[in-house]
């Protein structure tokens, strides 16, 4: 392990004031690590609670200084002063406002090289090389080639990436033939997909695609051909502001299918604008990144906080370019808590207004147990964990009606903690005075709401009629007629959708009685 140290002078009319430090393991620049070592970093100097914009560089020339021209942007990620867990980029592991991000970095194995890591706040910036050198005693290796089709690329990142809960990332670079290699110290046995990653990633070549997009390997062996093919894609671009009109820099603006596949990625520039380049169909665009939100509300294309509500853009092949998809996006308080008993498919969770039934304003899937952290607008509402693969569903304090005890987000910036969810523990049931079911037509949301297998759809008509409740897909193609005859009003109607013969991926169902017809969106999640 290393240590990286420089500091920053920062010349002012009449003093010299210290700016920002970058130690990593308490050595100076030009330490050297294997690529297997854990990468440690500690920036200090910095105002309590800042947000630093972090660059790493393959210094090609090793001359310890960044150009452009002749050395390889890696990556680029923020960090922010005191946030911890629950991040896409690496935390502050003490989770403290204190001036000072303190990083561990495990299971990332970079390529052979010399860096520069570059942090910049505001005006100030402190930056250090360091020496990474081959891996000792590697278990498997993956190689091939990444070209267009005029021949070869050179310097473009490749990535392994594990599918365990501790996700382990390793890269590899091409040279001037082309050619990568990426060496593992992963046991037998284990799964990774390789792709060539865009967005942080590689940004010589945006406005190109991989093909293909990614590839899935388990190791037994060494792999060799796994090659990639750039070509130009067809571009989404937009901007991304905040509510007073200011641009945001380094949002994650992620694009896919809503039936699940490639994840397209791009990051916006000091305008606030991004570059995506995808084939054509159908897309999801989401701004800012599902664990790191930076204090923003995880925001989808039109302005809409729930994946499966959100509107979709469909990319047709005589589009070239796909402009003015933009966000603005809002700042919000935190609502985080610890999940246990989840089991392995995961879970999500709704917040709605409270005591107001029907779509939720925010919701967000989690892989696994444990803290989590979740970003909304200020607000009084209720809180629902379901767990996926199951009919495992309640609201917060172990509450088995809506709307459970109400959870307060009372300003932006605020943080409301212990919001704790037992999938094990027992259930309370409320008991509910009856009341009349009015004579209206009127369709719920289904729940649960994303759901695997099936999930209940509830409806009041406001005559009697011949009624219609039918499932279609993206495309607009029926797949399932779940009522077709005639009903009453005045009291609640159920149907049950089963969707486990079906595709992962957004459905819309659609309720018809008389002249008047309703319209939603469900998610099934395998």
């Known amino acids: 392990m290393i240590v990286l140290t420089l500091c920053v002078l920062l010349v002012g009319s009449n003093s010299l004031q210290a700016g920002i430090v970058i130690t990593v393991d308490g050595q100076v620049s030009g330490a050297s690590l294997s690529q297997s070592d854990t990468l440690n970093w500690i920036i200090t100097g910095l105002s309590s609670g800042a947000t630093v914009t972090n660059q790493l560089w393959i210094d090609l020339d090793s001359n310890g200084i960044v150009d452009p021209a002749s050395d390889v942007f890696f990556v ?8 911890s867990g629950g991040d896409g980029a690496p935390s502050d592991i003490d989770g403290i406002a204190n001036g000072t991000i303190t990083t561990i970095l495990p299971g990332l194995s970079f390529p052979v090289g010399h860096y520069i890591l570059k942090s910049t706040t505001g005006t100030d910036s402190a930056s250090a090389t360091f020496i990474i050198t081959a891996m000792i005693s590697p278990t498997y290796s993956i190689s091939g080639s990444v070209s267009e089709p005029t021949g070869p690329v050179q310097n473009i990142v490749v990535r392994a990436q594990t599918f365990s809960e501790n996700k382990s990332e390793y890269y590899g670079l091409t040279d001037a033939t082309g050619i990568y290699t990426i060496a593992t110290n992963l046991a037998f046995g284990t799964v990774v997909k390789v792709a060539v990653p865009t967005g942080d990633f590689n940004s010589s070549i945006n406005g190109y695609v991989a093909t293909p997009s990614e590839d899935t390997l388990t190791l037994t062996t060494n792999f060799t051909g796994i090659d990639f093919v750039l070509t130009a894609g067809k571009i989404i671009t937009g901007y991304v502001n905040d509510t ?10 992620s ?64 589009t070239d370019t796909l402009k003015d998809i933009n966000a603005v996006l809002r700042k919000g308080g935190v609502i985080t808590g610890t999940v246990t008993n989840a089991g392995s498919n995961g879970w999500n969770i709704s917040v709605f207004q409270y005591g107001v039934s029907g779509n939720p304003s925010f919701a967000k899937w989690f892989e696994d147990s444990g803290i989590y952290y979740f970003t909304v607008l200020p607000g009084t509402y209720s809180i629902q964990f379901n767990k996926n693969g199951s009919s495992d569903q309640f609201y917060y304090n172990q509450i088995g009606v809506f709307p459970g005890t109400a959870v307060t987000v009372n300003a932006i910036g605020d943080t409301v903690k212990n919001i704790d969810a037992d999938f094990n523990a027992a259930i309370t049931e409320v008991v509910q005075s009856k009341s009349t079911t009015p004579k209206e037509f009127a369709l719920n949301q289904n729940y649960p709401n994303p759901f695997n297998p099936s999930t209940t759809i509830t409806f009041t008509l406001a005559e009697d009629s011949y009624v219609s409740l039918k499932i279609f897909d993206m495309l607009g193609r029926e797949v399932a007629t779940l009522v077709d005859q005639n009903l009453k009003a005045g009291e609640p109607h159920s149907a049950v959708f089963n969707a486990s013969k079906l595709s992962s991926g957004l459905y819309f169902y659609r309720l018809e009685s008389g002249k008047q017809t309703q319209v939603k969106k469900l998610m099934f999640l395998k």
């Open 76 to 83: 680029s990620f923020s960090q922010t002063d005191g946030v």
């Open 244 to 253: 007073t009109g200011n641009p945001l820099v380094n949002i994650n603006v």
């Open 255 to 318: 694009i896919y299918p809503p039936n699940g596949g490639t994840n397209y990625n791009g990051t916006t520039d000091a305008a606030g604008k991004y570059i995506v380049a995808v084939p054509t169909g159908l897309y999801i665009v989401q701004f800012g990144n599902q664990d790191q939100t930076n204090g923003y509300v995880l925001t989808f294309y039109n302005q809409r906080y729930v994946q499966w509500l959100c509107d979709t853009i469909h990319i047709i092949s005589s």
